[in-house]
Each structure stands twice: as structure tokens, then as C-alpha cells.
């Protein structure tokens, strides 16, 4: 009798261990939807862990990696030597994962007859000091700004990488979706836009950014301006079944799914 | 691929200056096709984020001590110094003249703790406790020397022009004759600023309480309350500084001098009773009045000499004083702070026996106390920026009130400061 009791403890410890096993993920926007993607699928293999997926923005997920309150932060942007130096303090070593490269295209209508831009012309372009295509040597056209809207993580990571920090002109269109950009774009003869670089298709006019033609390629050598590494920030190397999820992540198939949602893949 | 990362981490770490290098490995490894593009890409970009984690980590200690010394200021001075005393009792008996090699060391700092509070601490040599000397003299077989406490407070100051000091601080007081500028007073004190002329000139309000000795049997101990008027500043574009103050002793009157001062009494002061028993007769309620003031400056060989004239008075107008005056007279011409700059200076001075307190004046010139008086000459020559060899001659005389010997003075000294 003894013996049973005793064996139902000792499986019961042993379940316990596998079971109910939970990964808290918070952070940036941007990084959300390769989050929410890769964490449904792999849940769907691993039926007995549990991913919970936050958002709040990178200096949220970082944060709260620091509080030991999530177990991966997903940051848009490299963690600040502050952040880094209040970690050490609480006895955390935050671990860049790189899972994948948020590359921003321009583009503009196919009737458009520029090639490319300055990275200085699409600022000006966007903050309103240029509003007509004969400046740039184009046709006598008004420029039709086409935005993402401020929720987006494209929206964040245009207006830190070409706009330095300054506001969107406010007669730009904002739009709530990739596909709305990409449709409206098409659809007006004097619109520029940005979207994500996976999101160009052949409807769109690609421009060069200070001679620099976006494609995966050029992302990756880190030639073109307008892209930056998503992370996945870890308390050191990661262990256990964080380690299992951030390898399904930058595995095959969780590239595959990165690329899906439209960012540039490490494979 | 885990090995390749590790090792190029650890080229960044150890100097980011092999970033390119390190590029240049990487990309030749695409090119053979070991690794793909977004392999290299990952690899280095965690390389390099892991390297600056290191790089943030270490600053963070180093901004942690560089912080503190940011907001600390070290101070220190060092003196060697030779002196021969020439010595001749009034009564004309027998008194051998002495010869001493002398240091003087002090060091020590004032630090911010905040943008209110400030704390100071120095230490100094000193051949006793004597308040007025940190002077050391070379004897006893190499024997090790004593280093004394010679500074520590804290400063608040809840708005700029005001501050309030407790502890053993620099003197507040300003003075050319009657106190030494060794002496580092113990208590409490303020200092009210009233800026002007556009923080060209500044009229300040002084005052403090110092205790004198504290008796364990006893709640009516003596102390000191001084109160300063001053202004500092500019007339007519020549510098002036001006002060009258009045210090006020409490108990010192029939307290027995050793008691008060162990290392520095009998040194010119009436007092009645014998040897350590000896008793002040006075008390001693000075009134001072301090001055300075540069007319002129003169160009020569391409540097400026400032021509200072100062002086001071005092008196002690307790009741029934009658050796009760001291006063100061003297120029300065040049100033000794850059190399090759000079200073020459002459004053003469008469510091009758009950003028101040015996503890409160030089403790060089005739051999420190009061009832005395005479001439000082000194020259000054910078050696260096922050370092002097300087001269100093004093022809002193006793006031006959004491059994003051008659002295002449020479000492040569070198200083640096740090």
C-alpha cells in the first residue's frame, strides 16, 4: 500500500515537471505578429507548454525581462546601455536573439518616373517640406503621402529610421494595413508610401534609398538604410523549452512564418 | 555554427576596433558558402550587441567610482621647512638659540552629496595638538610622526546664498592678524550672502557657536559665539575686502589655561596661579576690524604685480583689560602662483597680552601667542606652478607683560601643493 502511495507521489512529481510548462513573452509591436504566429504553431506541437504573448512596446518587454516578470522580451530595437546596466544590477544578462530583419521599402506608383530618392528626400518628403514630384525632378504632380498609422510597428520603425524622430506631415493618409497602403498606392498616380518589404509586389515601384535598391540581399549586408534586427532578448543563452522556442523561431519553419508576415528571414 | 559565434564574440569583446575584421571573416565565409547571409547577419549582430553588453557592464562600475569622484575635490599641501631661532631673554640671562627641519603635510577632500549638502575631511602632521600648527618637527631617531584629525563637517546649504557648517571646518572668520591660519574651529556656524554688483562684490553676514571645552562634571562649559559683517568685492575695479567682527568667549575668565588649550597656553596671555594651574584673570570679548585693499598693479617684465595694502584691529573690551590692543599693518607686492612668479611682503604687527586669546594667533611669529611685536619680511618665488621656495624673516620682541623671549626668526620654506 505504502509502496503505491509512494509511486503515485513520485509520478505525480515527475508529471508535474513536464506539465503546465509556460513562457511569458512581452514587448515590442512590431515583433507581435512573428510572436503570436510562431507561438500558435509551436503550441500546436508542444501541447504541453503554454505561450503567453504581450505587447506594450520593446521598452515594456525589456523591462519586464528585468523584473523577471517575462521570460522573453521582443524588442525592435538593441537593448540601451542603461537597460543593460539596471539588468546587471537585478543579477539578469540579457541574450540578443536576432530572429529576423524588419527591411522598410519606399514606393510609389508605377507611372512614376524616379528610380530612387535620398534618404534626406524621403525625410523632407514626409515632414512636409517637399509636396510636389516636379522637385525632385519628377512630373508637375502633388505628392500623395501615404502613411501607416501610429499603432503600427512599421509607423515606429519608419519614423525612427527615415525620419529621425520628426512628426509625419499631417496631411498624410494614414492607413490601418500593409495590403491598405499597397492598395492605395496603386491606385494614385502621385502617392508614395512605405511598407514592409515583404509586402512589395509587382503593383508597387520600388525606389532606391540613396542608390541602395531594397531586397533581402542588400538588407542583410546592412547596405540599405531603412531596416533593423528584431530580437528576441533571453535572461542569458536560453535554456529548456525557451531554448526550444526561440530554435523553432529561427528554425526553418518558424522563418518560414517570419517571412509570411512580411518581415526579411534569416535563412 | 555555435563555435564561430563564440569566437568572433570573442574577438569583439576583447577590442571592438576588430568589427571589420571580423566582417571581412564572415562575409568570406558566405562567400564559400559555410554560412548563409542571414547567418552572418545574425552572428554578427548578436557579436556586437553581446560585445556592448560587456562594454555597458564594465562602464557601469567605472561610472559608479567616476561618479563619486566627479562630485569629490582631493586637497593637499605639503611644507619643508628649515627655521633658525635666535633667542635673547628681556632680563638679558643665557637662552640658546634653536635650529629645527620642520614638514607640514596636509591632505584631505570635500565632497557633494547632493545639490544641498557637502562633506570635508583632512588630515594633517602636528607635533602636538597645538590648533595653530600642523608643523612637525624632524626628531626623536626617525621615529614615526602623529597625523591628526584636522578637518571634518558638513555643509547644507538650502538655498545658494546660504550655509550652514557644523564639525571642525575651515575658518569662517576672516582675518589678517588674530587668528592663525592653521587654526580649523570646532562648532557650529553660517553664512549669509547678499550678492552684488552683479556677484561682483558680495556683503556676507557670519556667525557661529563654538565650544571650548567640555567638562564632564560640568553643564556651564565655555565657548565662543563670533559674528562677522564683511564685503568682498570691487572699488572702482581695485580689490577690496573689508570685515568687523566680534568674538565673544564664555567661561574662559578663571578657567585654568592647560585645561582649556593643554598644548598651547602660557604663551603670553595674564594669567594667575602657577604652572598648570595657572588661571585666566580676563575674559576676552574681541572686537576686530579687518582690512585689504589692491590700488595698484604694476607691469613688469610682462607680469602683473599687485600692490596689496592690509591691516587689522582688534580689542578685547572686556572689563578691566589693560594690555588689551593688537594690531597689523604691511604690503604685498606680486603673488607667488604661477612659475616665476614672485611675492615680496613686509608687515609689522603688536599683539599686546590680552588682546585675544593665547591660542587664537600664528604660532610662528614669536613663537606663537601674544604679548609681542615686530616685523615680518617674506619673499616667495614659484618654482613651479603649485610649488614655492620662500624666505621669511621676523624680528620680534616681547611686551614685557610675560616673560616673552626676544626672537629673531629665519625660515626657509618649500611648498607644493596638490
New interface residues.
Partial sequence: MFRKIFMLIITGFVLSGFAGQEIIMSGSTTVLPIAQKTAEVFMSKHPDIKITVRGGGSGVGIASLIDKTCDIADSSR??K?KE??TA??KGVN?????IA?DGIAVVVHPSNPLDGLTSQQVKDIYTGKISNWSELGGSNTKIVVVSRDSASGTFEAFGELALHGEKVRPDALMQASNQAVATTVAQTPGAICYVGLGYVNSSLKLLSIDGIIPS??TV???QYKYAR?L?MYTDGEPKGIIKSYIDFV?GKEG?KIVEEVGF???? | MRWLKVVLMMLLMVNLSFASEVERLVEKLVEKGIITEGEAYKILTEAEEEAKKQEAVARKDTDKISGWIKNTKFKGDARLRYEYIGRENQDGSYIADRERWRIRFRWGFDTKVNDQIEAGFRIATGDSQDPTSANQTLTQAFNDKYIWLDKAYITYKPVPTLSITGGKMTNPFYTNLIWSSDLNPEGVSFVKNFPVDEGKGNFYLLGGYFPILERSNDIEDPYMTGFQIGYAGKIQEKKFKAAIAYYDYYGLKDSKASEISPSCYNKGNTLYGAGTNARYKYDYDILDLSVEFTPFEFNYRDTMLPLTFYGDYGKNIAAGVKENIGYLYGFQLGSAKKQKSWQFNYDYRRLEADAVVEFMPDDSFAQGGTDCKGHTLGFRYATSDNSTLGITYMITEGLGNTKKVDADILQIDYSVSF
Fill in positions: 538593441p537593448i546601455d543593460i546596466q546587471a544590477g540579457p541574450k540578443a536573439n536576432v530583419v533581402k540581399q542583410l549586408k546592412k534586427p530580437f529561427t522563418q526579411i528571414g534569416l535563412h
